[in-house]
């Protein structure tokens, strides 16, 4: 599961106020390589919740990432949000609810986000 996928998942359990960001428990990290695209990251930007994004990736061991967004959006900035956003998979691990402490696993880079009958 990639860190932009990570940006859009919520904990749709019943009652749940505070369903963003999930944390992230890593078991294991691994880095795919993928084509940089500097005109797709500038427009990903604007839609990516910043501060979950870089707690995402220091979950995750990477630790490049700034606190605060960059105003210029430099070519070596670029390349950690790309490194950060596209090419970081968690393989194996959760995504916690920080409300309810419930784990969604992930197994071979698939969250697993279905609810329990209870939950729903």
């Not at 749709?12 to 940089?36: M, T």
């Not at 630790?63 to 393989?91: G, I």
């Not at 609810?97 to 939950?119: A, I, S, W």
Request: with cysteine.
């Amino acid at each position: 599961m990639r860190l932009i996928v990570h940006n859009m998942l919520t904990c749709n359990i019943k009652g749940v106020v505070n369903k963003f960001p999930l944390r992230i428990e890593a078991e294991k990290v691994i880095k795919k390589e993928v084509d940089f695209n500097p005109d797709f990251l500038r427009h990903m930007l604007a839609k990516i919740e910043w501060k979950a994004l870089v707690d995402g990736a220091r979950s995750m061991g990477y630790t490049e990432l700034p606190d605060q967004l960059e105003s210029e959006e430099s070519y070596s900035f670029l390349k950690k949000f790309h490194h950060a956003l596209l090419e970081l998979h968690l393989e194996e691990g959760s995504l916690v609810c920080q409300e309810t402490g419930r784990k969604f696993p992930v197994e071979k880079g698939v969250p697993n986000m279905l609810l329990h009958e209870d939950e729903v």
